[in-house]
């Protein structure tokens, strides 16, 4: 086997584990998913064997870096706030580099997406780039000449748990609980379910919304007038519809996420925001969100560089490999 000319980035999903083997120039020399084992021992089982297949096939050995659910404690070693629980508090680098006999390097699955959109994606060439991820929750990273800025505590760039900036006086009173135990976070705020939850405190609400092609759900469940849950109700079908109701939540939407960015814009001046996540997809946020933001942050003199990324599902596993830039 040649000796290490390749690299080799591995994505821990919930339900996949990915890995990829990049060239020298960013070009994917091979691509593979298996489902992620259920516990911790097979996952090292599984990687292992992920890692030895793709050598074989291509012939050449590869440098590791793996993007993980969670964040490894920088003092211990030890992995924490991890969304696969069986990672938490395990020496993951440590069995990692025992089972693969080689150096190994670990990011957060945000960090990794904004390395991946920093080296050859959409923030190609930036100095600084902010990247974010809105779907299901709201996360993001920072790189900086090429590096992921991992911070004294591995926390940088989680933006998702600091508090909404400049609330009115409604979004204090109705500031929801975040899962992290405080009020009022960006997660509960700016996220896709956050987007659905504030269209469904709006009592002027429809019973459904249509979808794209003018279509309502078929299997629909609404029980919004008895103010419980709106089963079939989805930013995406939000985001999309022109009920009253729809547009307005847009609009809270959309100006949440840009008081939210306007802090970070403030704190990092970023060259490029990047964004990423199922929310990434709406289309009117990179006409609409970059002057909203410039209108909050202190004094730009110019709208912020906001752009989709290139990568999409395949930033997380591209930026585990890029881990290793030499």
């Not at 920088?74 to 089972?99: F, H, V, W």
């Not at 299901?136 to 748990?161: F, S």
């Not at 896709?192 to 019973?207: Q, V």
């Not at 609009?251 to 001046?269: C, E, G, K, P, S």
Request: charged share 20%.
């Amino acid at each position: 086997m040649r000796p290490t000319s390749i690299r080799l980035g591995i994505d821990l999903g919930g339900t996949k584990t990915e890995i990829i083997a990049l060239q020298a120039d960013g070009a994917v020399a091979l691509r593979r998913r298996v489902a992620t084992p259920k516990d911790y021992a097979a996952m090292l089982q599984a990687v292992t064997t992920l890692v030895a297949g793709a050598e074989q096939e291509l012939g050449a050995r590869g440098s590791v870096g793996m993007a993980i659910p969670g964040s490894e404690s920088l003092g211990s070693g030890l992995i924490k706030n991890a969304n696969t629980t069986y990672l938490i508090g395990k020496p993951l680098r440590r069995d990692l580099e025992k089972a693969l006999e080689r150096p190994v390097r670990l990011a957060n699955d945000a960090n990794c997406f904004v390395l991946s959109e920093a080296s050859d994606g959409a923030g190609a060439g930036a100095g600084t780039v902010f990247g974010v991820i809105a779907g299901t929750g709201v996360g993001g990273g920072v790189v900086v000449n090429g590096k992921v800025m991992q911070g004294a505590h591995g926390v940088t760039g989680e933006w998702g748990h600091i508090p909404l900036p400049a609330p009115n006086i409604a979004e204090v009173s109705e500031a929801p609980l975040c899962y992290c135990g405080k009020r009022g976070c960006l997660e509960v705020w700016c996220s896709g379910p956050g987007l659905a939850a504030d269209f469904l405190r709006d009592p002027l609400r429809p019973s459904h919304l249509s979808g794209a092609t003018g279509t309502s759900p078929s299997n629909a469940s609404h029980e919004g007038e008895a103010g419980l849950s709106y089963p079939d109700i989805t930013a995406e079908l939000i985001s999309a519809s022109d009920h009253p109701a729809a547009v307005a939540a847009m609009t809270r939407w959309m100006d949440r996420f840009a008081r939210a960015l306007a802090t970070m814009v403030n704190i990092l001046d970023p060259d490029v925001i990047v964004l990423g996540g199922g929310l990434s997809n709406i289309g009117r946020l990179y006409r609409d969100l970059p002057p909203l933001v410039e209108r909050y942050a202190f004094n730009l003199g110019g709208p912020p560089k906001i752009v989709k990324n290139v990568h999409g599902d395949s930033s997380g596993v591209r930026g585990a490999a890029w881990l290793w830039p030499e």
